[in-house]
């Protein structure tokens, strides 16, 4: 912990260094979140200069997201077994370097390289960075205060990265993909002063290679699969197989992870309640997001005629709320409890997505679209840290890393999965010919969105009369054998 030998930490204020330290994992959290959203806007001037095909453009999206999903229960148990600050600074080194050539390259193959090496090292720093958050800061309201600033980074990030890649695609697509760079060089310099360093597990017992081998392939190929499947047909044959192989793949890794002394994930785990809500919760959350973001941006651009930069100035309210509100949201987390605040930022999601639905050919900002956003800023204020906060609580340091991979991989295969699933109902009801017709075509993408927001309200609204432990927050309790607690860092070490 760091903190003054003999004064709990509870009792005392941030100092410079801890302030500093979360500061460092923030910027990195921030990155992660930025890169997925801000190369969206900047994708036609990509095409254009580069000569790419619609394929082609489409795995510029998908390399990242692939890295990204495919590796992070990986990511997380090396930050337990390695060590989370030597995990994440690598990671956040490797990161710096794939962005720098991401804005250098002149093909469309080598721009995809460099986003699967970014999504790759953004798997690694997400779940060491989130579990230095959880080993560093003690349990209770000061962890959620920092897990609240810690995600509200997220989710602004994701938010603003619209916004920046509309300012930044009017000069040049490339500083999309040279933005990140300076920043993470900073923050990697600073965090090799700041992040305490942490002892790493042993592994005396061996690692769990078999284990590593079956997830990460299994994650990989599901990531894969369902980003291809609209491409292909779900129903062709060889997104069947690709099922078929995913499903056989996490059989085994499911068998070796129960028979192993050193599992890559513990299964025991998923034995609370709790934790399966987090993350069934997340990946219900961010995969309606991204699914309504996908096609508002289509809607405003395509059909109402707007520029890239007006069309990320329309979420600006959303980003804004969700930057404003990082420091309260712990508060409100120790006074109601995870299950209560999400359920309210899911109810204010729901009904965002169904005043979106109002949307016609001339929309009015200030009763549509407006409001829709404004909801959605709140709910992504409420739900993200809350999440992060019910995943992370009661868990055992030594496998902060792992259930932080665990939540991370929920929410990138949730995004993946509800994306696809939404961009073919999009294609099946599209038959081309006028704006209306478009505009109907994506009404059932919206309804679809709107559902899959209402199940995760269902999914949070089962968890509300579990009993509440620690001043309101709810406890994931981790189902092991129990362990000495691992020893925590000083300000001296």
Known sequence: MISPPNVPLAQERWSPRLWGTLLVLCAAMFLDALDVSMVGVALPSIATDLDLSTSTLQWIVSGYILGYGGLLLLGGRAADLLGRRRVFLIALAVFAVASLLGGLVDSGPLLIASRFIKGLSAAFTAPAGLSIITTTFKEGPQRNRALAIYTTCAATGFSMGLVLSGLLTEVSWRLTMLLPAPIALIALVAGIKLIPRSSREDSGKGYDLPGAVTGTASML????????????????????????????????????????????????????????????????????????????????????????????????????????????????????????????????????????????????????????????????????????????????????????????????????????????????????????????????????????????????????????????????TSVSVPQPEPERVTVGD
Not at 271 to 299: D, E, K
Not at 368 to 381: E, F, Q, R, T, Y
């Open 221 to 476: 190929l599901l990531v894969f699969t369902v980003v291809q499947a609209p491409e292909v047909g779900w129903a062709s044959a060889r997104t069947l197989l690709s099922f078929l192989a995913v499903a056989a793949l996490l059989t085994a890794f499911v068998t070796i992870e129960r028979r192993s002394s050193h599992p890559l994930i513990r299964l025991g785990v998923l034995r609370s309640g709790s934790q399966i809500r987090a993350n069934l919760g997340a990946a219900f959350f961010f995969g309606s997001y991204v699914g309504f973001q996908f096609l508002v941006t289509q809607y405003m651009q395509s059909l109402l005629g707007w520029s890239a930069l007006e069309t990320a100035l329309a979420f600006l309210p959303a980003g804004a709320l969700v930057a404003l509100s990082s420091t309260k949201i712990g508060s409100v987390v120790d006074r109601f409890g995870t299950p209560r605040v999400i359920a309210l930022g899911f109810g204010f999601l729901v009904v965002a997505y169904a005043l979106f639905l109002r949307i016609d050919l001339a929309p009015s900002y200030a009763a549509v679209i407006l409001p829709s956003m404004l909801l959605l800023g709140a709910a992504c204020a409420l739900v993200f840290p809350s999440l992060n906060i019910q995943a992370t609580n009661g868990v055992e340091d030594h496998e902060q890393g792992m259930v932080s991979g665990l939540l991370n991989t929920s929410i990138q295969v949730g995004g993946a999965i509800f994306l696809a699933i939404v961009t073919a109902v999009i294609t099946a009801g599209d038959t081309g010919g006028s704006p209306q017709q478009v505009l109907d075509s994506f009404r059932p993408g919206l309804a679809v969105v709107t559902v899959v927001a209402a199940a995760g309200l269902l999914i949070t609204l089962t968890g509300l009369r579990t009993r509440r432990t620690g001043g309101g927050v709810l406890v994931a």
